[in-house]
């Protein structure tokens, strides 16, 4: 799956790790920033939701579209589609961009709004992806556990960069008896839960 990317893939994995690093450091406002996973980040989640066990694939928090074209690597392998959610709309257009350039756009659903407003519609979830604001893990945690599949992954970013603000979620997703759950020390650090058969 990682060999021999599409070149058009490729190019525009590293333009957006490129523009990435930059914005990190130029002062760009913290809402207009990527905040995107690290290439290692994007390995493991193409490498989890491509074994999957069968289900809607989702994405919380799309930004420009970096993370989900990992997710679309995974998509293209199960022969399904990935839906990926962003609330703001300059991201959205610039995500509409990437996947166009990198040649996903036909296995790619991009949702403009909080995805909490449609997660209560979701048909069952075989894997989720969530990188969002820190704030709203909880309340997705909330409505996403039970529309996991049996065996279903969900994966949470930035649990060990941000750990303090979002020890809440940690906590509740590691006590659920309803999930496996484990902090991967990968990228930002990775929550990994599994619902139990």
Known sequence: MFHDLPPALADRMRALEAADAVDRHDGTPHLERLRQIPPETGRLLALLAAGAPQGALIEIGTSAGYSTLWLALAARQRGGHVTTYEVLAAK????????????????VDLVV????????????????????????????????????????????????????QLAPFCEAVLADERVDAVVVPIGKGELVARRRI
């Open 113 to 164: 709004g909080d995805a909490r407003e449609f997660l209560g519609t979701s048909p069952a979830i075989g894997f989720c992806f969530l990188d969002a604001e820190k704030d709203v893990y909880l309340d997705v945690w909330h409505q996403i556990a039970d529309a996991l599949v049996p065996g279903g992954l969900l994966v949470a970013d930035n649990v060990l960069s941000h750990a303090e």
């Open 92 to 107: 959205a257009a610039r995500a509409r961009e990437t996947f166009a350039a990198a040649g996903v756009a036909d296995v």
